[in-house]
Each structure stands twice: as structure tokens, then as C-alpha cells.
């Protein structure tokens, strides 16, 4: 016995934006667990603040431990764009993406899910478009 099928209803097609998507960037700590946001493009820096020096970085890493993890004040730079890369800035005690030390002043693409390591200060990348 064939029973009649129920009408599907077509989905409307869904509009694209005008404008492109801003890329939605967050660094996870892993301990303490805590999400930092990096809002719209353009390029963050990471580090550590220090009242004697000029250097205030856009994502203050001392709260959550940087200095005891041995975060630079200025430890790297996160580019956001088209692309999201990472470039260490000659840190002291170095820069790595999944346990692999990066070379200073050399960028890296990050993919979404990569461990970034500032000193011993671990952190996940989780991208969204």
C-alpha cells in the first residue's frame, strides 16, 4: 500500500551578507581555563604588562599566570585577516604551535584546534567564520 508522501516545502535560498564575515578569533587558556576574545582584524599583541615599561600588550597574559609561565611583555603577535597567523617577536623563552617552537620573527597560519605555547603558558586557537 503506497501512502501519499507530504508535500516538501522548498527553503527559501539564503542571502549572502553584503559585506565578508569578520573572522571570530578566541584563545582558550587551558589552565586556568579562561576565553579571550580577539575582536574584528587586524593584529593583537601578546604579552605581559609591566608599569616600567611602554609596552601594553592587547592580550594581557599576566593575570593568568605569564610571568610565572615566563611570557615576554611583548611574546608574539596574532594577525587576524584572511588568514589567522601567529608570529613569536624573539621571546625569551619562545613561541610553539602543537609542541613544535616556531622561529622568532617568522609567520605561522594557525589552524582551528592548535595548542599555541608562550613560555609554558598553553593556550587553544578556535577560529570561526
Do not use: W
Amino acid at each position: 500500500m503506497n501512502q501519499p508522501q507530504p508535500a516538501v516545502e522548498p527553503r527559501p535560498p539564503r542571502a549572502l551578507p553584503d559585506e565578508p564575515i569578520q573572522p571570530s578569533v578566541t584563545l582558550v587558556c587551558l589552565s586556568p581555563e579562561k576565553k579571550l576574545l580577539l575582536e574584528g582584524e587586524g593584529d593583537f599583541l601578546i604579552g605581559r604588562f609591566d608599569e616600567s615599561q611602554a609596552i601594553q600588550p592587547d592580550i594581557d597574559l599576566t593575570p593568568l599566570g605569564g610571568y610565572e609561565a615566563g611570557v615576554s611583555r611583548a611574546h608574539a603577535k596574532i594577525q587576524v585577516g584572511e588568514e589567522v597567523r601567529i608570529t613569536d617577536l624573539g621571546s625569551v623563552n619562545g613561541t610553539r604551535i602543537n609542541n613544535v617552537k616556531i622561529i622568532p620573527h617568522k609567520s605561522y597560519i594557525l589552524s582551528h584546534g592548535d595548542i599555541l605555547t608562550f613560555g609554558k603558558l598553553k593556550m587553544r586557537i578556535e577560529l570561526f567564520r
